[in-house]
């Protein structure tokens, strides 16, 4: 069975920085793709960052020079670094891994204060 770890989140201040985990237990995760979702209150899940089996990463526009993914195939694990942090980005961070079939990692809560 698939598990997804996150850890990492927390509560910051404007302008500080995150770095988040997701330890991945899977074979074979040198060839998923991996993504960062986000869902603040009342709003839908929103795509943060995506990188594939071959290392290229995509954003959305609004963490772009903000958000940096990335990943350690030696240890199972995707991180998302997320600097020059804003109240906007207060949501829960979900993991996901793409490996044929989709998985979901359980969420961490990032806060933002102003």
């Known amino acids: 069975q698939v598990q997804l770890v996150e850890s990492g989140g927390g509560l910051v201040q404007a302008g500080g920085s995150l770095r988040l985990s997701c330890a991945v237990s899977?074979?074979?995760?040198?060839?998923?793709?991996m993504g960062w979702y986000r869902q603040a209150p009342g709003k839908q899940l929103e795509l943060v960052a995506i990188?594939?089996?071959?290392?290229?990463?995509n954003y959305a526009d609004s963490v772009k020079g903000r958000f940096a993914i990335s990943r350690d195939n030696a240890k199972n694990t995707v991180y998302l670094q997320m600097d020059s942090l804003k109240p906007e980005d207060t949501a829960v961070y979900y993991c996901?891994?793409?490996?044929?079939?989709?998985?979901w990692g359980q969420g961490t809560q990032v806060t933002v204060s102003s």
């Open positions: 899977v074979s074979r995760f040198s060839f998923a793709a």
């Open positions: 996901y891994c793409n490996l044929q079939y989709g998985y």
């Open positions: 990188i594939t089996s071959g290392g290229s990463a």
